[in-house]
DNA sequence: TGAATTTGTTCGATTCAGAAACTAATCTTC
DNA sequence: GAAGATTAGTTTCTGAATCGAACAAATTCA
């Protein structure tokens, strides 16, 4: 039950019932694929004429196309229908503190190219690197006519309207707009993206399908530890662009001092540096505050790999870091009571050494049973969630809910 | 952007274009009554004939009317148009722990009539009490032809769907359906909701008009704290009617016990009773756990009485409220990034006295600077939030967007 | 070979938005 | 006070979409 904003509004037009039944007919296929006219038409309660005229259109645009005739009992035999994704393509970006991704991917999400290379901070710079690599990448494959779009995901706050970075600590921006330049360099629509959020976005639209009504929260835990979240199918984005930063939240004030000044915060805890200073005993410093890169002596992956070499002080502090992911977990739960939680970041690579502490820590503070008992599924490695999130980032608007009312 | 679900999705019938533009018809003129139907074509971008038979259809399903024609500076005058309100009548129920009030109201949440009594912790005695009542009230006032349903506030988790109450810890209830049986002794539509998120839907249909989009959050602080999270113009409900429950999240683990067997739950620095017990220098009870409801020393409203005397410890104690108050509300704040946040409960009356430690508080935690200049807004006293959200519960549903797709 | 069954298309009826013409009511101007 | 201008509200026709039924196509089974 939503209320109409009467500022901001979209009343139906002679095509608005058309509009909506295509989506909805586009949203079948791909969730049934393959399917036929007349599976269609059983499916929405409707007459198959519809289904007919609606499927014309959709083929007219490109958006699914017949495949072979399928097998039936009786009967004619079925054509079947299936989602064109193969051949439209996005270009992905993963914009990080060290290195940048480049994917070319299929708006199913498979991967068709991918490289990396060391992040430029300064923006111009990294933008005609960016510019010039994603035009070498297209020329590669042939996908110059067949890629609809560029999905550049940043760890950072981003205005979705106008496509401006406010501000992405770790990069050192603020108030950066790299999406125009991109546009007029590469020639393809551009959408840039907080972290979190993308990654929320690829859960959504490219994860597992057949999951219950969409409604969870996506936390990456890395440098910093962030959340995006999904209420009734809609990505929350918060009046000034900031939901889910449940990173500072407290968890205890006389907890390790936290790189935002405050102390105990959720992100104090858990993040990748506050799991590698509690191994090594000293303070959190901030890893993009460090002159040179290398002077990072020890990463997650290591940490890991020392834990399950048989060092017990170092899986210690990385079951530490679950339980206090849990206590979180547990806040986020109450405040919002999802369905379903996923957790992403490198710590799932030790999933099964820390999934009873997330447990245990998110009992401690759910409130109602059925809080408690909300799933955790931790991101299956090498999915790549930011790259994916980007390409949702494009894909998506093509298969969402028109806005109505 | 939403994602269509397709295992509950709802096709356009030829109709649909109808009910989509009738509703924002409906809420055109609910926000700008009085206004004509030339008003409403400008602003809806669409021929005047349509609007008049949208407008045919409206008063003829009773929703609006005619008043008297306008000025106009040249031209024919208009027939101005009205939301028909004052003779659509609700019954608004309040269940809380000591009391019980029932007030006849009409759509636009105006009090006609308004009693109440000491609460009854039976179910079915307290149902057959609530039948006679209202049965009583609507004779004495003629409104039986005239009433459109029931709302029922309790503090405690509620099915919408079967209208049950899973479990409302104040009154002692598991798993009771009052609905049903109310249904049958009244004959009317009865609906049932969660006080604070009951609260937020007033909110939402019955406050102050001319906001910006419907995105924030109501926290109300009583004997419990609690929040009904609105986003989008959407209540949010979570996936088993639990979100909202900010309240036993944690602002310090080695804070005073709560009431949940936690240490330093939010409630249990910002609830009643938690301010009444910093001034008692006593452990936190519950209100609803004593044999008698007279062993109740002292209030709220007394405490906050004692500070505005000159007792500069209730004051202090008042004040500590406000700074913790707004420390969770800060992490509200940066969860959901709301464009509002209001506050509801006793603690209103010394706003004055703690909308400076609030600030304070907030800023403490709020991590952008958007964040941290939300807006929070006092409930004004003696508005009955809880009876307007009984009223909001059968009124809303007749303004809602339709749902499509 | 023909009946039954299922798929997909076509076509008229109905319901709507959209556009324009039309009537009604009022003010201004000559 | 009549003519013209202006605005409000209604009517009417057209086109787009659902709805339902009839129809053609393709296949299995007796």
Request: proline share 7%; net charge negative; charged share 25%.
């Given at each position: 039950m939503r209320k109409i904003d009467t500022r901001d509004f979209r009343r139906a037009t002679r095509t608005t019932s058309r509009e909506i039944n295509r989506r909805i007919v586009l949203n079948l296929v791909r969730d049934h694929?393959?399917?036929?006219r007349a599976d269609l038409a059983r499916r929405m309660n409707i007459g198959r004429g519809v289904v007919t005229s609606i499927i014309q259109e959709l083929i007219g645009e490109g958006t699914i196309y017949e495949g072979a005739t399928g097998h039936a009992a009786r009967g004619r035999r079925p054509t079947m229908l299936y989602v064109r994704?193969?051949?439209?393509l996005v270009v992905a970006v993963d914009v990080r503190f060290s290195r940048t991704f480049i994917m070319l991917s299929d708006f199913a999400g498979t991967q068709i190219a991918l490289e990396s290379f060391e992040t430029i901070l300064a923006p111009e710079l990294l933008v005609a690197e960016l510019i010039e690599r994603i035009n070498r990448i297209l020329a590669a494959h042939g996908a110059h006519g067949r890629c609809e779009g560029v999905g550049i995901v940043v760890p950072g706050m981003v205005?979705?309207?106008?496509?401006?970075?406010?501000?992405a600590p770790q990069l050192g921006?603020?108030?950066?707009?790299?999406r125009n330049a991109i546009f007029d360099g590469v020639g393809l629509p551009v959408s840039i993206e907080n972290a979190p959020m993308a990654c929320a976005l690829a859960q959504m639209?490219?994860?597992?399908?057949?999951?219950?009504?969409?409604?969870f929260v996506y936390v990456t835990v890395s440098d910093g530890v962030g959340a995006g979240i999904v209420l009734n199918g809609q990505l929350i984005r918060g009046d000034s662009n900031s939901?889910?930063?449940?990173?500072?939240?407290?968890?205890?004030?006389?907890?390790p001092q936290c790189l935002c000044g405050a102390h105990g915060c959720w992100e104090a805890y858990t993040s990748n540096q506050a799991t590698l200073s509690r191994y090594l005993g000293r303070e959190l410093s901030p890893i993009w505050g460090?002159?040179?890169?290398?002077?990072?002596?020890?990463t997650i992956e290591d940490l890991i790999a020392r834990a399950r070499g048989g060092d017990t002080r170092a899986a210690n502090a990385i079951e530490a870091t679950g339980h206090y992911l849990g206590i979180g977990l547990g806040s986020i739960v109450n405040a919002l009571n999802p369905s379903q939680v996923f957790v992403g970041g490198e710590i799932t690579a030790a999933w099964d050494m820390i999934e009873v502490a997330v447990r245990e820590g998110i009992l401690e503070r759910a409130l109602t049973r059925a809080a408690g008992a909300t799933p955790v599924v931790p991101e299956q490695m090498g999915g790549y969630p930011r790259l994916r999130g980007a390409t949702a980032l494009v894909a998506a608007p093509h298969f969402a809910a028109p806005r109505v009312a």
């Open positions: 694929q393959p399917v036929s994704t193969q051949d439209r205005e979705r309207m106008s496509g401006r970075i406010l501000v921006w603020r108030d950066v707009d790299i639209w490219l994860g597992q399908r057949g999951n219950s009504s969409d409604n939901a889910g930063e449940f990173g500072h939240n407290p968890l205890d004030p006389d907890g460090q002159s040179t890169r290398q002077a990072v002596p020890l």
